[in-house]
């Protein structure tokens, strides 16, 4: 994967806020993970997030990600943005 665009990283940006929006009011990961997938038959509101977990596979026509995978990437995201956050406030 190259460098990402200036929107691309606004997008994954964003992507994280809200996982980490949702997670502080108690979605489960699962619900997390499904609502920002990139691929629109594994999101919940059917439509592809705009660099929503899985994205790379939606554009090359692969198969969407597992639960397990999708709920990783979830985790992940809310992991990097909290530790982000904190090194902001340093």
Do not use: F, H
């Amino acid at each position: 994967m190259g460098r990402l665009d200036k929107a691309a990283c606004a997008a994954i940006a964003r992507r994280r806020s809200d996982a980490i929006d949702l997670r502080l009011a108690d979605v489960d990961w699962l619900t997390i993970a499904r609502k920002l997938a990139g691929d629109p038959t594994a999101n919940s509101d059917g439509i592809a997030y705009p660099q929503g977990y899985g994205i790379e596979r939606y554009r090359k026509n692969q198969d969407p990600l597992t639960d397990e995978a999708l709920i990783r990437a979830a985790r992940r995201d809310v992991r990097t943005a909290l530790a982000d956050r904190r090194a902001e406030g340093q």
